[in-house]
């Protein structure tokens, strides 16, 4: 008889470092790839591998994430299935989610209510493919009460990472520790370190336990990673998962283990930079393992104009449905649904979120523009730095950010 499993879902993130995209929104709910929301690629990973009963527990402005969520994650009732966002319900006291940790002991109920053996705890901001049962299998054959998904990365980026430490066997974790500055290399790799992905499965009992116990110390911080992990570790009780085993259906050797943490306006935009690539570093064209969303009747993209240079068109880029290039210039971006870039405007390298309209004769360069910006005829952005730092948000990197709604100056 195949295992009970229930999926948790962790989407409280603030995404502060995300600002402004996160200005109204929760870090799950941004959009990312053009048609996509952040939290489409965990669901999609779940969904893929057949696990069906999914909670997501959600805090911070959590609307649109819960609207996303309810429009587009509808399961088979007949079979039991569901995937429903759940908000931070102060069950166990007059307070909200004080950690991740916190948001699991404040939703027994929800464990309690399908009694699974295994509960499979994945955060919601990550882009990546993954199949969670190959992991699900390597865990219940290890018989440790938790299983951490590790992610190898090299030793000089220990510091920027949750790094997980092993003994010999190459398995067992014997220390988890928050960027280190002193990180010892992996057995089988001493230039390689375990990142922590933030995905973990545990046998109920354990995580139970665990999470119970340390709701009683008030001196924790009740985080997943930061005290439920090491407590286990402590005890022996943790294994670690190697991401490079994971075998997804339809990858590529090109991307084969793409796992990116979009938490940064740079980051966020690299990772929107490797789709596009013409044998992209992560693919979104595997039919074999797709990553759903809502598919509102938008029409296709249409390019028009062909007089002279006024010429409708895009280069190395992702175009979604509904898009209308009239008459411009799309280079190496990506441009979501209902967007309008009119004549003689150029676009280059580029996130075009919905609704975005760029005007005549604009010029748009390394730059996100969130849902619904109005760039006028004959504006620049990402041509003069110092003058888009005056105005808007401009990340380390130079990229320009643009909040939602914002009317860009002439």
């Not at 991401?243 to 943490?261: A, I, Q």
């Amino acid at each position: 008889m195949a295992a009970k499993v229930l999926a948790i879902v962790l989407a409280g993130g603030e995404g502060k470092r995300l600002m402004p995209l996160t200005t109204d929104r929760a870090k799950p709910a941004v959009p990312f790839g053009g048609m996509y929301r952040m939290v489409d690629f965990v669901l999609s990973n779940l969904a893929n591998a057949g696990y069906l009963k999914i909670v997501v527990l959600t805090q911070y402005k959590s609307h649109s994430l819960d609207r996303h969520i309810t429009k587009t994650w509808r399961m088979s009732t007949l079979l039991g299935n569901y995937v429903t966002p759940v908000p931070a319900q102060q069950r166990r006291g007059p307070w909200w989610f004080a950690g991740s940790a916190d948001a699991i002991y404040q939703s027994f109920n929800l464990i309690n209510d399908e009694q699974p053996d295994y509960v499979i705890v994945f955060g919601a901001d990550h882009i990546y493919r993954m199949d969670p049962r190959q992991m699900v299998e390597d865990h219940i054959a290890s018989g440790a009460a938790v299983t951490v998904a590790g992610i190898r990365q090299p030793l000089s980026m220990a510091d920027q990472f949750g790094v997980i430490e092993v003994g010999e066997d190459g398995r067992r974790i014997r220390a988890f520790r928050e960027k280190p500055t002193d990180a010892v290399g992996l057995p089988d790799s001493p230039d390689e370190i375990y990142a922590s992905m933030g995905n973990y499965v545990f046998t109920t009992r354990a995580l139970c336990e665990a999470v119970e116990r340390d709701a009683a110390d008030k001196s924790s911080k009740h985080d997943m990673g930061g005290s439920i992990i090491p407590m286990l570790v402590e005890r022996g009780e943790a294994n670690v998962y190697d991401f490079r085993d994971n075998e997804v259906p339809g990858s590529t050797d090109r991307d084969r283990g793409y796992w990116r943490d979009v938490g940064t306006l740079d980051s966020f935009y690299d990772a929107h930079m490797d789709l596009i690539n013409v044998h992209p570093v992560f693919n979104m064209y595997n039919f074999e393992w797709p990553i759903y969303t809502e598919q509102p009747p938008w029409p296709p993209a249409k390019f028009v104009h062909q007089w002279g240079e006024r010429v409708g068109r895009a280069v190395g880029s992702m175009v979604s449905p509904g898009v209308v290039i009239s008459g411009s210039l799309v280079e190496s971006s990506i441009v979501a649904p209902k967007v309008r870039v009119h004549s003689w405007a150029h676009v280059e390298g580029s996130v075009l979120m919905e609704g975005v309209e760029i005007g005549r004769h604009a010029v748009v360069r390394r730059a996100i523009l969130d849902k619904n910006v109005f760039v006028p005829e004959g504006a620049e952005i990402g041509v003069d730095l110092e003058k888009d730092r005056q105005r808007y948000t401009v990340s380390d990197n130079g990229i320009v950010v643009i909040g939602k709604g914002q009317r860009v100056e002439p």
